[in-house]
């Protein structure tokens, strides 16, 4: 998908530092009032980057979001070390807009070193140029596509995103709870690795909720159904690239008492996989309607 208007990430992610460990972050688009709370964890590992001794590196995250952010509204980050090992640092980062605490994140830190290694093989779905051509045929089919809630969220992030099966993203047709899309930065230019791993960061939260609704036939942003990220963990593996193209391959095995859990993985184009992510959402009915497949078990592709 290209974006109507591109936004650089560089741009997005910078803060200004107040004090050693404290920074402030810029808003950038959000959902309707709210902030997108994908660009409140990229800002917020950011943070955590700046505070790290050069020698180490984010490893992974865990993020609780516990308020909505003002998506017109500056962010507060306040970091503090948990733990200074030989090997690993702990960090919490808070995101605060006033009072409010929007989230708290812990990110584990580690220097280089070498170890065993073993990785799960990327999926064999169809390849970029067989994605676009899928992705542009739907589109001309489609009278209403332009006006779709989940077209607007994506054409304002930084991040380009063809999917593998353009109905499964996009559709309203019930559906298995799993879906693959090839995904990179827009405009890379001038990203430092820091600024790499916080952009993924930010686009492992843009589709996570959409496998989870799949199964009920409902998309993100249409009226009747309340949703939210509740929590958010990363782990990466390699050093991200991500101006070039990744395969975010998601799928979710469970949703039940509102919730919905999803997990997935990003790709490097020759098969690496570079990171892995889990989430919980809240998926709340809120017009009465029971929009789901009851007790139905899919099986594994």
């Known amino acids: 998908m290209t974006a109507r208007e591109p936004i650089a990430f560089p ?8 004090d050693e460990k404290t920074f402030t972050g810029m808003p950038g688009p959000g959902i309707g009032p709210r902030m997108f709370g994908g660009h409140a964890l990229a800002q917020a590992l950011m943070a955590a980057g700046l505070s790290l001794p050069e020698d180490r590196h984010p490893h992974s995250l865990h993020v609780n979001f516990l ?7 500056a962010t507060l980050y306040r970091v503090a070390t948990l733990r200074e090992g030989r090997s690993f640092s702990t960090l919490r980062i808070d995101a605060l807009q006033g009072e409010r605490t ?3 994140m812990t990110v584990s830190a580690q220097v280089a ?8 093989q990327m ?15 739907w589109q001309r089919a489609q009278a209403d596509f332009e006006t779709l809630p989940i077209i607007g969220r994506l054409t304002a992030r930084p991040v380009d995103v063809v999917p593998i099966d353009v109905a499964a993203t996009f559709g309203d047709t019930p559906r298995p709870p799993r879906s693959a899309c090839w995904m990179r930065v827009r405009k890379p230019e001038g990203m430092t690795i820091a600024m790499q791993r916080s952009a993924m960061a930010y686009a492992s939260d843009m589709l996570f909720l959409r ?11 249409e009226p009747g159904i309340q949703i939210a990220s509740l929590d958010h963990a990363m782990w990466f593996h390699e050093e991200p690239d991500f101006g070039r193209w990744h395969l975010y391959a998601g799928e979710s095995p469970w949703a039940g008492h509102a919730r919905g859990l999803s997990r997935g993985h990003f790709f490097a184009a020759d098969g690496a996989l570079v990171a892995s992510v889990a989430q919980e959402n809240l998926m709340r009915v809120t017009d009465g309607r029971l929009a789901r497949a009851g007790g139905v078990v899919f099986e594994n592709p």
């Open 11 to 18: 741009a997005l992610l910078a803060l200004e530092r107040v």
């Open 67 to 73: 308020a909505p952010g003002g998506a017109d509204a």
């Open 102 to 104: 929007v989230l708290t």
């Open 113 to 120: 070193e070498e170890g065993f290694a073993h990785a799960a």
């Open 123 to 137: 999926p064999q779905v169809a390849d970029l140029a067989a994605a676009r051509r899928a992705l542009e045929d």
């Open 211 to 221: 496998n989870a609704l799949l199964p009920h036939g409902v998309r993100p942003g």
